[in-house]
C-alpha cells in the first residue's frame, strides 16, 4: 500500500510519510523514566497526538500505559463526579484490556453505573490499588486534556491527579504523567473562565518543564521527503524543496505536511502540472502555497476563534502586522503567552514575530476580509481590476499608479497621522481583488517594522518584489533603495518596485523609474 502524506489525525510511519521522532522520543523517554509529571502543550494540530502514540508503542514493553483521549469523554459526562467516573472507567477499560482481579471489577462497576455516588476519591483509590498491584510501574498518559467543559470536575479531577503524584514516595500512584493540549496545565483556568486571565493556575503548577522541540528542522523535512524522493524517483531537489518548506512553515508539522500533500495529490494530472515531477519544484510549491492560504480548514477556524475570544490578543496582532510595532517577547504579559500558547506568534530574539508566513498571510487575509464590505479602496481595486492584466502578466507599475490617483481621491484631505497607520492596508486593500483567484502575496518577516514592508506579489510564476514604506529623509529613503537592492539579488531579480508614503509638504507625488548598478526601481510617491 503506498504511502501518503497525512493531516487528518495521528500519523503512521507504516502509512504516513513523517519525520523520524527517535531523538524526541528518546528525549521523553528520559523524563517518563525519571518519574516526571509534564504537560506537552503545543497549538492546534502541532503533532501531540502523534508524538503520544508512538511514546506509548516506546514505553509498552517496560511500562503499563494507560493511554486516554478526553475528546472520548462527552460534556455531559463531566455534569458531575459520577457521570465523569463511569466515563473514566469505561475509557480506562477499554485502554487497558488485561486488566484482571478486584480492580477490573471495581471499574467495570463504575463504568456500568451500577455503584451509585461513585466520587473522584473512590476512584482514584481505585487507580492508587491499579499502581499497586501491576506487575510494571504505571504512566498515565491524558491527550487532549483540555476539552473538559465543566469547571469544577475537571479541576477536581487535576487537583486528585496533583495529590496522589505528589505523595507517589509514601503510596502506590502513578510513575508517570503526562497531560497534551493546547493549554498549559499551570493556566488551563483561562480556557474554561478567559475573564480570568490575570489568574495563574498556581495549585496544580507542578508541571515539569517540556522543552522537547516538537517543530520540524529543515534536516526533519529533508528526512521525510527523501522517503518521498525513493518512492517515486521524481528528481526532487530535496534541499531546496525542504528549505522552501520551513521558510514558509517555521516547522509547523501540520503546515509542512498539508503543504507536501498539495503537491502530492492536488497538482499532478493539472494542466501546469501534468505529472509529480513538475509539482514539486519551486512553482509547483508556490501554487500548493497559494492554495493553502486560501483553503478553509480546522486549524484556521480554531486560530480566527480565537481573535473573537480574546480581543486584546486581535489588537496586538493587527498592530504588529499593519503599524509594524516592534512588541518585546514578556514572558508575564499574559495576551503574549496566550498568543504563543494558541501558535500565533514565537519568540525570535526577544521579539514578538508571527509564526510562520502562512498563518501572517491568514491573518493579513482575515483582517483584510472584515473591510471588504465597506472599503472604498477595495472597491476600486475591484473596479478597475481588468487594467492591471497585459498579456497574462501583471503590471505593477499601471497598479501603482493607479492607486497613487485613488488614495489622493478618496483621502487626499485627511492628516499626515491618519494616513501613516493605514496606508499599507489601504494597499493591500487595493490590491488584494486584482490578484484575489490567481495571485498572491506574502509579507517578508524581517522587513516588516514601523517605517518598511517588504510585499512579495505572486502572479501566474512570476514574482515582484514591492517595498512600502514611511519617508523620513533622503539619507534613510537612499538606505531603504540599497536594503531593496540587496533583496532583489537575494531573489535573482532585476526590478523592483517602491510605494513611499511621503508626508513632506514639497513632495512630488507620481511614479519615476531609477536605474542603480543594474538594477531597476521603478518608485510611486503619495
Same mark, same amino acid.
Not at 320 to 328: A, D, E
Not at 339 to 354: L, S
Not at 492 to 506: A, P, R, T, V
Not at 511 to 523: P, Q, R, S
Given at each position: 500500500?503506498?504511502?501518503?502524506?497525512?493531516?487528518?489525525?495521528?500519523?503512521?510511519?507504516?502509512?504516513?510519510?513523517? +519525520?523520524?521522532?527517535?531523538?524526541?522520543?528518546?528525549?521523553?523517554?528520559?523524563?517518563?523514566?525519571?518519574?516526571?509529571?509534564?504537560?506537552?502543550?503545543?497549538?492546534?494540530?502541532?503533532?501531540k497526538?502523534?508524538?503520544? !502514540?508512538?511514546?506509548?508503542?516506546?514505553?509498552?514493553q517496560s511500562?503499563l500505559?494507560?493511554?486516554?483521549?478526553?475528546? !472520548?469523554?462527552?460534556?455531559?459526562?463531566?455534569?458531575?463526579?459520577?457521570?465523569? +467516573?463511569?466515563? =473514566?472507567? $469505561?475509557?480506562?477499560?477499554?485502554?487497558?484490556?488485561?486488566?484482571?482481579? $478486584?480492580?477490573?471489577?471495581?471499574?467495570?462497576?463504575?463504568?456500568?453505573?451500577?455503584?451509585?455516588?461513585?466520587?473522584?476519591?473512590?476512584?482514584?483509590k481505585?487507580?492508587?490499588?491499579?499502581?499497586?498491584?501491576? @506487575?510494571?510501574?504505571?504512566?498515565?498518559?491524558?491527550?487532549?486534556?483540555?476539552t473538559?467543559?465543566?469547571?469544577?470536575?475537571?479541576? @477536581?479531577?487535576?487537583?486528585?491527579?496533583?495529590?496522589?503524584?505528589?505523595? $507517589?514516595?509514601?503510596?502506590?500512584?502513578?510513575?508517570?504523567?503526562?497531560?497534551?493540549?493546547?493549554?498549559d496545565?499551570?493556566?488551563?483556568? #483561562?480556557?474554561?473562565?478567559?475573564?480570568?486571565?490575570?489568574?495563574?493556575?498556581?495549585p496544580?503548577?507542578?508541571?515539569?518543564?517540556?522543552?522537547?522541540?516538537?517543530?520540524?528542522? %529543515?534536516?526533519?523535512?529533508?528526512?521525510?521527503?527523501? @522517503?518521498?524522493e525513493?518512492?517515486?524517483?521524481?528528481?526532487m531537489?530535496?534541499?531546496?524543496?525542504?528549505?522552501?518548506?520551513? %521558510?514558509?512553515?517555521?516547522?509547523?508539522? =501540520?503546515?509542512?505536511?498539508?503543504?507536501?500533500? =498539495?503537491?502530492?495529490e492536488?497538482?499532478?494530472?493539472?494542466?501546469?502540472?501534468?505529472?509529480?515531477?513538475?509539482?514539486? !519544484?519551486?512553482?509547483?510549491?508556490?501554487?500548493?502555497?497559494?492554495?493553502m492560504?486560501?483553503?478553509?480548514?480546522?486549524l484556521?477556524?480554531?486560530? /480566527?476563534?480565537?481573535?473573537?475570544?480574546?480581543?486584546?490578543? &486581535?489588537t496586538? *496582532?493587527?498592530e504588529?502586522?499593519?503599524?509594524?510595532?516592534?512588541?518585546?517577547y514578556?514572558?508575564t504579559?499574559?495576551?503574549l503567552?496566550?498568543?504563543?500558547?494558541?501558535?500565533?506568534?514565537?519568540?525570535?530574539?526577544?521579539?514578538?514575530? /508571527?509564526?510562520? #508566513?502562512?498563518?501572517?498571510?491568514?491573518?493579513?487575509?482575515?483582517?483584510?476580509?472584515?473591510?471588504?464590505? %465597506?472599503? &472604498?479602496?477595495?472597491?476600486?481595486?475591484? +473596479?478597475e481590476?481588468?487594467q =492591471?492584466? +497585459?498579456?497574462?502578466?501583471?503590471?505593477? #507599475? $499601471?497598479? *501603482?499608479? &493607479?492607486?497613487?490617483?485613488?488614495?489622493?481621491?478618496?483621502?487626499?484631505?485627511k492628516?499626515?497621522?491618519?494616513?501613516?497607520?493605514?496606508?499599507r492596508?489601504?494597499?493591500?486593500?487595493?490590491?488584494?481583488?486584482?490578484?484575489?483567484?490567481?495571485?498572491?502575496?506574502?509579507?517578508?518577516?524581517?522587513?516588516r @517594522?514601523?517605517?518598511?514592508?517588504?510585499l512579495?506579489?505572486?502572479?501566474?510564476?512570476?514574482?515582484? /518584489?514591492?517595498?512600502?514604506?514611511?519617508?523620513?529623509?533622503?539619507?534613510?529613503?537612499?538606505?531603504?533603495?540599497?536594503?531593496?537592492?540587496?533583496?532583489?539579488?537575494?531573489f535573482?531579480?532585476?526590478?523592483?518596485?517602491?510605494?513611499?508614503?511621503?508626508?513632506?509638504?514639497?513632495k512630488?507625488?507620481? /511614479?519615476?523609474?531609477?536605474?542603480?548598478?543594474?538594477?531597476?526601481?521603478?518608485?510611486?510617491?503619495?
Open positions: 500500500m503506498a504511502r501518503f502524506f497525512n493531516t487528518d489525525g495521528s500519523c503512521d510511519p507504516k502509512l504516513n510519510y513523517m +519525520v523520524d521522532l527517535s531523538v524526541r522520543l528518546k528525549d521523553i523517554r528520559k523524563m517518563v523514566d525519571a518519574g516526571k509529571y509534564f504537560t506537552i502543550n503545543r497549538a492546534r494540530q502541532y503533532g497526538t502523534t508524538i503520544l !502514540t508512538a511514546l506509548h508503542d516506546d514505553l509498552e511500562y500505559v494507560i493511554s486516554l483521549d478526553f475528546q !472520548t469523554i462527552s460534556c455531559a459526562d463531566f455534569a458531575s463526579e459520577q457521570s465523569f +467516573v463511569t466515563a =473514566f472507567s $469505561r475509557e480506562l477499560l477499554d485502554c487497558a484490556q488485561n486488566l484482571s482481579g $478486584r480492580v477490573k471489577e471495581k471499574l467495570e462497576q463504575y463504568a456500568a453505573g451500577v455503584r451509585k455516588e461513585t466520587t473522584l476519591s473512590v476512584l482514584f481505585t487507580l492508587m490499588e491499579l499502581c499497586r498491584t501491576s @506487575d510494571k510501574k504505571v504512566v498515565l498518559m491524558i491527550d487532549e486534556i483540555d473538559a467543559s465543566n469547571n469544577q470536575v475537571f479541576m @477536581d479531577f487535576l487537583s486528585q491527579l496533583r495529590a496522589y503524584y505528589l505523595k $507517589r514516595r509514601r503510596t502506590p500512584a502513578f510513575h508517570s504523567v503526562i497531560l497534551a493540549g493546547v493549554y496545565i499551570r493556566n488551563i483556568r #483561562r480556557k474554561i473562565h478567559p475573564e480570568e486571565a490575570h489568574q495563574m493556575n498556581s496544580w503548577n507542578i508541571a515539569a518543564d517540556f522543552n522537547v522541540e516538537m517543530g520540524f528542522s %529543515t534536516e526533519d523535512i529533508s528526512g521525510m521527503l527523501q @522517503d518521498y525513493n518512492d517515486y524517483h521524481i528528481g531537489d530535496i534541499e531546496k524543496m525542504a528549505h522552501l518548506l520551513y %521558510t514558509y512553515t517555521h516547522g509547523y508539522p =501540520f503546515l509542512v505536511s498539508r503543504l507536501c500533500k =498539495f503537491m502530492d492536488r497538482l499532478p494530472g493539472s494542466q501546469d502540472y501534468p505529472d509529480r515531477g513538475s509539482a514539486w !519544484t519551486e512553482q509547483g510549491f508556490l501554487e500548493a502555497e497559494k492554495m492560504v486560501k483553503e478553509d480548514n480546522a484556521y477556524e480554531s486560530l /480566527i476563534g480565537k481573535l473573537e475570544c480574546y480581543p486584546k490578543l &486581535k496586538i *496582532l493587527y504588529l502586522l499593519f503599524h509594524g510595532k516592534n512588541i518585546p514578556t514572558a504579559n499574559v495576551y503567552k496566550d498568543a504563543a500558547m494558541f501558535g500565533f506568534i514565537r519568540n525570535e530574539k526577544d521579539m514578538m514575530v /508571527i509564526s510562520n #508566513r502562512i498563518f501572517e498571510t491568514v491573518l493579513y487575509n482575515h483582517f483584510i476580509s472584515e473591510e471588504f464590505a %465597506t472599503s &472604498k479602496m477595495y472597491h476600486a481595486g475591484q +473596479v481590476k481588468n =492591471f492584466i +497585459v498579456g497574462g502578466h501583471l503590471d505593477i #507599475r $499601471r497598479i *501603482l499608479e &493607479k492607486f497613487i490617483e485613488t488614495f489622493h481621491e478618496l483621502y487626499g484631505e492628516d499626515d497621522s491618519f494616513l501613516e497607520n493605514v496606508g492596508k489601504y494597499f493591500i486593500l487595493f490590491l488584494k481583488p486584482i490578484i484575489n483567484g490567481v495571485g498572491n502575496y506574502s509579507i517578508e518577516p524581517q522587513t @517594522d514601523s517605517d518598511r514592508m517588504d512579495v506579489i505572486y502572479y501566474r510564476g512570476e514574482q515582484n /518584489i514591492l517595498e512600502l514604506k514611511i519617508w523620513r529623509g533622503n539619507a534613510y529613503h537612499e538606505r531603504g533603495e540599497q536594503q531593496l537592492i540587496g533583496y532583489l539579488d537575494h535573482h531579480m532585476k526590478k523592483g518596485y517602491m510605494l513611499s508614503f511621503n508626508f513632506n509638504k514639497k512630488e507625488p507620481g /511614479i519615476k523609474e531609477m536605474v542603480l548598478g543594474d538594477k531597476i526601481l521603478i518608485e510611486a510617491v503619495v
